[in-house]
C-alpha cells in the first residue's frame, strides 16, 4: 500500500490530477474498527476537463500509470504494486470531501483521507446496505463534529434523509 | 425482569448484566477504531486472506503490504 500511494501522489506532483483523497470503505476504516474491503477507492480532482459539459478525462492518468507498468485490470479496479485500485472524479459534497480531507501518513507517505463527517454525508447519498451499516459504525465509533456534521448535510440536501434515519 | 438485566458470568467470575456486557463488546469495538491506520490494513489483510483461503473467494485479491511481510519474517 506504501508503494501505491507513492504512485498515487506522483499523479499530483506530476500535474496529472489537481488533487485526491482516500474515499469509500478504507477512508472509513481509518476511523472504524477494522472490517473486510476487497478495493482502495481514490476521489480525485483532475486538471482539467474536456468541453461545455466539463468531461472528466481519465485517460491521462491511466496513460501515465501504464508507462510505469501498471496496465492489469480486474474488473474496474487497476492493480497498482497489488492493489485493487478504482479511480471517480469527485464533484458535489465528493468534491468539498477531497478539499477538506485530512492529511496523514500512512508508513511515512503523505496522504488524505476523507473525513468521517464527509464520508457520511457520501455514504448518505449512496445509501446501498453496506453504506448505511457504516454510517452506523462511524456515529458510534469516530469523533464527529455534530454541527459540521449538519452544515454539510444541510448544504448538500442530505439532512432530511440522515434525521429520518440515523439522527436521535 | 428485561432481558437486558439477564446476569452472566464472565470470565475471572465477574457477574454482569447482558446489558454492560454488549456495552463492554461496544467499548472493545471502539478501542479497535483507535488502533493506528497501518495495523488496521494489516488487519484488513488478514481478513481477505481467511475469505480466499477459507471463505472460498477466490476473486478476492490479498493486499501486498510490506509492513505484513516484514512482520512475518520477523523484521522491523
Known amino acids: ?15 496529472i490530477i489537481r488533487d485526491y483523497a482516500i474515499g469509500g470503505a478504507i477512508a472509513a476504516l481509518k ?14 480532482i483532475p486538471e482539467k476537463t ?6 472528466v478525462v481519465l485517460s491521462p492518468i491511466y496513460d501515465y500509470l501504464k508507462n510505469k507498468g501498471y ?12 492493489i485493487p485500485v478504482e479511480f471517480i472524479p469527485a464533484d458535489g459534497v465528493a468534491k468539498e470531501a477531497v478539499e477538506n480531507a485530512v492529511e496523514t501518513l500512512y508508513e511515512g507517505v ?17 445509501s446501498r446496505d453496506k453504506d448505511k451499516i457504516k454510517i452506523r459504525m462511524l456515529l458510534e465509533q469516530a469523533r464527529i463534529d455534530k ?22 | 425482569m428485561s432481558d437486558d438485566d439477564l446476569k ?8 454482569v448484566t447482558l446489558r454492560e456486557y454488549f456495552e463492554g463488546e461496544r467499548e472493545t469495538r471502539r478501542e479497535q477504531a483507535r488502533l493506528p491506520f497501518e495495523e488496521k490494513i494489516r488487519i ?33
Open chain 1, 110 to 126: 503523505p496522504t488524505k483521507v476523507m473525513s468521517a463527517e464527509y464520508l457520511i454525508a457520501l455514504f448518505l447519498k449512496a
Open chain 2, 8 to 15: 452472566i458470568l464472565t470470565r475471572h467470575n465477574n457477574v
Open chain 1, 147 to 168: 454541527d459540521h456534521l449538519r452544515d454539510i448535510l444541510l448544504r448538500h440536501g442530505l439532512w432530511d434523509r440522515f434525521e429520518g434515519s440515523y439522527h436521535e
Open chain 1, 1 to 15: 500500500m506504501k508503494k501505491t500511494l507513492e504512485v498515487i501522489n506522483e499523479l499530483k506532483l506530476r500535474g
Open chain 1, 50 to 55: 474536456v468541453g461545455k459539459e466539463q468531461i
Open chain 2, 44 to 76: 484488513l489483510v488478514t481478513l481477505q486472506m481467511l475469505a480466499v483461503e477459507w471463505g472460498g473467494k477466490k476473486d478476492v485479491i490479498v493486499w501486498e503490504v510490506q509492513a505484513l511481510h516484514r512482520n512475518s519474517e520477523g523484521g522491523d
Open chain 1, 71 to 82: 496496465d492489469k485490470w480486474t474488473g474496474q479496479w487497476l492493480l497498482i504494486d497489488g
Open chain 1, 31 to 44: 476511523w472504524i474498527e477494522p472490517f473486510f474491503t476487497r478495493d482502495l477507492d481514490l476521489f480525485i
